[in-house]
T-cell receptor, first 111, second 109 residues
Framework: DADVTQTPRNRITKTGKRIMLECSQT?????MYWYRQDPGLGLRLIYY???????NKGEISDGYSVSRQAQAKFSLSLESAIPNQTALYFC??????????FGDGTRLSIL | GQSLEQPSEVTAVEGAIVQINCTYQ??????LSWYQQHDGGAPTFLSY????GLEETGRFSSFLSRSDSYGYLLLQELQMKDSASYFC??????????FGKGTRLSVIA
């Protein structure tokens, strides 16, 4: 089983819909992250959480929200999806000052 | 703020050596990491330099000079499977890593 699991792996939806991307991890890490990847722009941080009670905005948080339901679970929501949120989304986890471990990504298309 | 700059593309011949450079601007910087991402895949951790100097892991080496705000990833004996994107990433204090925009390496026969 994968250490970091993202669901769904692919999603196509329409403008205005609410979407939730889920992430769970079995590594026992306290720190979890959501990134967005667009061609040529690298990995941009949306939100991060250093423990269950900690939520922080990243570089591009507008239009997104998150929930840290447990140490192992960190979900990302798009309240009202728009086409320019079409991208590849990655969840990652890490220990303190440790390498990040990424999920396999969710490819999201908004029509 | 923090930013890391790396070339967008590099092409090299199978069996050769290639160096991917990374320069950064960040305060309180504590180390440089490298990640590899194949097309359609997830980024995976390659190496970390917390101190100046060279770290070697098999065919891959990574170097850091904090006085020059500079590091590089060196890939030796290139193989076709090394074709991928490579990201440098840095952190400062108790903040998440900031990633460069990535270097797409194409290995040709």
């Amino acid at each position: 089983d994968a250490d970091v699991t993202q669901t769904p792996r692919n999603r196509i939806t329409k403008t205005g819909k609410r979407i939730m991307l889920e992430c769970s991890q079995t590594k026992g890490h306290d720190r979890m992250y959501w990134y967005r990847q667009d061609p040529g722009l690298g990995l941009r941080l949306i939100y991060y959480s250093f423990d269950v009670k900690d939520i922080n905005k990243g570089e591009i948080s507008d239009g997104y929200s998150v929930s840290r339901q447990a140490q192992a679970k960190f979900s990302l929501s798009l309240e009202s999806a728009i086409p320019n949120q079409t991208a590849l989304y990655f969840c990652a986890t890490s220990g303190v000052n440790q390498p990040q471990h990424f999920g396999d990504g969710t490819r999201l298309s908004i029509l | 703020g923090q930013s890391l700059e790396q070339p967008s593309e590099v092409t090299a011949v199978e069996g050769a050596i290639v160096q991917i450079n990374c320069t950064y601007q960040t305060s309180g910087f504590y180390g440089l990491s490298w990640y590899q991402q194949h097309d359609g895949g997830a980024p995976t951790f390659l190496s970390y330099n917390g101190l100046d100097g060279l770290e070697e892991t098999g065919r891959f080496s990574s170097f850091l000079s904090r006085s020059d705000s500079y590091g590089y990833l060196l890939l030796q004996e290139l193989q076709m499977k090394d074709s991928a994107s490579y990201f440098c990433a840095g952190g400062a204090g108790n903040t998440p890593l900031v990633f460069g925009k990535g270097t797409r390496l194409s290995v040709i026969a």
